[in-house]
Nanobody, 115 residues
Framework: QVQLVESGGGSVQIGGSLRLNCAAS????????MAWYRQRSRGERELVAT????????YALPSVKGRFTISRDNVKNTIGLQMNRLKIEDTGVYYCNTYMSRDYWGQGTQVTVSS
């Protein structure tokens, strides 16, 4: 069964850290670029970062560069998103994504940053 399952969200204060994880089924993970998106309140889903099958990261949002780190484990079929120095505007639902003929999405994990 093709699936993406996120974990690791939660509530944290400004300046804190969280690590998100996404477990993927092998058939959509291997050889594919993986991505993290987020959807903030009343906003559109936006691309946060991607990582290729060869471990090349790309950060789509200038606001996360230097604070977020995307990673992947090609043995465990997982990707991670280490989020440091979190800001209130990082609050949202974070989704794991990949594209293989069509988009595949996880169920999302909530990240809440508060003062």
């Amino acid at each position: 069964q093709v699936q993406l399952v996120e974990s690791g969200g939660g509530s944290v204060q400004i300046g804190g850290s969280l690590r998100l994880n996404c477990a993927a089924s092998e058939d959509i993970f291997r050889g594919n670029t993986m991505a993290w998106y987020r959807q903030r309140s009343r906003g559109e889903r936006e691309l946060v970062a991607t990582i290729t099958a060869y471990d090349n990261p790309y950060y789509a949002l200038p606001s996360v560069k230097g604070r977020f780190t995307i990673s992947r484990d090609n043995v465990k079929n997982t990707i991670g998103l280490q989020m440091n120095r979190l800001k209130i505007e990082d609050t949202g639902v974070y989704y794991c994504n990949t594209y293989m003929s069509r988009d595949y999405w996880g169920q999302g994990t909530q990240v809440t940053v508060s003062s």
